[in-house]
Antibody, heavy 120, light 107 residues
């Protein structure tokens, strides 16, 4: 059974940093691209960043480019999102999502999300 | 960036109804389109990919069609568990983008 478990969210002041993690299990992690998708309270879905299986291709939404860094550790079956210079508009539930083999791709499995709140 | 217009944003229907949700692209995306269902407090779930291919385990009352710029999600014979919010997503090019969502509510 595929499982994606996010962690690392919390309340943080504007301008500070936070690192999200996603622990994956139930599939061969290093065969698939992985992504972060966020959802602000009461709003729709926004793709944040994606990384190919070997970290050779990485993409970011314009809204986070230069502030967020995605990475993965295939030996640990883990995905990460380093978020710097956080803004109020980054407040959202952050989902870790698995790609289906292509890149870009649909997201065939999602975690339950970790909530990031940026507020003073 | 490929922009997506999803309509309607709110849809009221009754159990047993047939409903159609539309998604229009700002440029052609072949069949690189997915549909998701999201229930309150839950993560989205993939329903359809490649515009018309049902994800494993998804009931056959869900169907998708279209290619190029115009796509539809059809739910025939609505069940109580289908009342949720639905999103389309293009994965033809980066960045992947989502439609604004359609909230399907009980009439």
């Amino acid at each position: 059974e595929v499982q994606l478990v996010e962690s690392g969210g919390g309340l943080v002041q504007p301008g500070r940093s936070l690192r999200l993690s996603c622990a994956a299990s139930g599939f061969t992690f290093d065969d698939y691209a992985m992504h972060w998708v966020r959802q602000a309270p009461g709003k729709g879905l926004e793709w944040v960043s994606g990384i190919s299986w070997n970290s050779g291709s990485i993409g970011y939404a314009d809204s986070v480019k230069g502030r967020f860094t995605i990475s993965r550790d295939n030996a640990k079956n883990s995905l990460y999102l380093q978020m710097n210079s956080l803004r109020a508009e980054d407040t959202a539930l952050y989902y870790c999502a698995k790609g289906d083999g292509s890149y870009p791709s649909p997201f065939d499995y999602w975690g339950q999300g970790t909530l990031v709140t940026v507020s003073s | 960036v490929i922009w997506m217009t999803q309509s309607p944003s709110l849809l009221s229907a009754s159990t047993g109804d047939r409903v159609i949700i539309s998604c229009r692209m700002s440029q052609g995306i072949s069949s690189y389109l997915a549909w998701y269902q999201q229930k309150p407090g839950k993560a989205p779930e993939l329903l359809i990919y490649a515009a018309s291919t049902l994800q494993s385990g998804v009931p056959s009352r869900f169907s998708g069609s279209g290619s190029g710029t115009d796509f539809t999600l059809t739910i025939s014979c609505l069940q109580s568990e289908d009342f949720a919010t639905y999103y389309c997503q293009q994965y033809y090019s980066f960045p992947p983008t989502f439609g604004q969502g359609t909230k399907l509510e009980i009439k």
